[in-house]
């Protein structure tokens, strides 16, 4: 389905619908059967998309506390059914409980330091008090989903039928030595995957070197003149769900689209990457389109490592 340009203040008032429509919050992903008002217990129980937000916090299009950032919500907030009692969480993500997803619904607003884009995204964090603690390839992760697009604004400024959308990505970011060491002012890392959505295709985006031989310090130059994107088409998934598999190691990288044969990316520039790594998942709408809009749905997320 795929909403015009008006649509953003409808999209809103049906979410407080929807909002009411679930169960309270509960520690599994089946809700407790509570009845219905005329006290006939058996109503169907909801199902809810599989995702455990032990290690996800969310980031939203929005500045609702005014501190010049998007918001942002913590682990502590979204486990245990958590991100449906809060009233800022719900229009950005909230249930579907007619085919058991989590939607994550944006718009362009804010956005972070160093990006136009805004989102609804979430962002692996290993250790919940220590976003600055994160994992190298050497170590690994794997990340997996099923997902869909299930709206998107028209692109009428480019020569795109939609809005593109970043789905998954494996983020890089200067770890806690090399911060100390050199003195960097911001430890932030160019993404070393990034997973599109254009029009109804899905790509992968690999970073890599420039030039294979730049070695050293030179390699924690975030810029791309150092790193570029090498560009990989994975195939037509349209507005269907489909199933992805990221998986990390040192020097490979493994993309696996539905059951198809997974692109295996091995190279120098794997083998040099100098950053740690956490995993996003949800909607980046790449797009500052006052008009765009984009709808993300989930019905599974694990990360392993």
């Not at 389109?289 to 709808?295: P, Q, R």
Request: hydrophobic share 35%; proline share 4%.
């Amino acid at each position: 389905m795929i909403f015009n340009s008006c649509s953003r203040v409808f999209v809103l008032s049906v979410l407080a619908i929807i909002f009411c429509s679930c169960s309270s919050s509960n520690d599994t992903i089946q809700a407790p059967n509570t009845g219905n008002s005329n006290g006939n217990s058996n109503e169907e129980t909801p199902i809810y998309a599989s995702i455990d937000f032990t290690n996800w916090k969310v980031t939203l299009p929005v500045d609702e506390n005014n501190n010049g950032s998007p918001d942002e919500y913590q682990p502590e907030d979204l486990v245990n059914f958590g991100y449906q009692t809060l009233d800022p969480v719900i229009p950005f993500m909230y249930d579907d409980i007619e085919d058991s997803s989590i939607v994550f619904y944006t718009y362009p607003d804010v956005s972070t330091t160093n990006s136009s884009y805004s989102r609804t995204e979430l962002r692996e964090l290993i250790n919940v008090n220590n976003a600055r603690e994160n994992w190298t390839l050497d170590q690994g992760g794997e990340l997996t989903g099923r997902l869909k697009v299930e709206s998107i604004s028209q692109d009428s400024e480019s020569s795109n039928d939609y809005h593109r959308v970043i789905v998954m990505q494996i983020h890089g970011i200067i770890s806690e030595e090399d911060m100390d060491i050199h003195g960097f002012s911001s430890n932030n890392g160019p993404p070393l995957l990034k997973m599109y959505w254009k029009d109804g295709y899905l790509w992968a985006h690999k970073k890599s070197l420039v030039d294979e031989d730049t070695l050293g310090d030179d390699l924690l130059d975030t810029s791309s003149e150092t790193w570029h994107d090498i560009k990989y088409n994975m195939g037509y998934v349209g507005f269907d769900a489909f199933d992805l598999n990221i998986l990390a190691t040192q020097g490979q990288l493994e993309i696996r689209l539905n059951q198809e044969t997974p692109l295996l990316i091995d190279d120098i520039s794997l083998e040099k990457w100098p950053f740690e790594n956490y995993f996003k998942a949800g909607n980046y709408l790449a797009s500052t389109d006052a008009n765009a809009f984009s709808m993300i749905k989930y019905y599974n997320l694990t990360v392993t490592h």
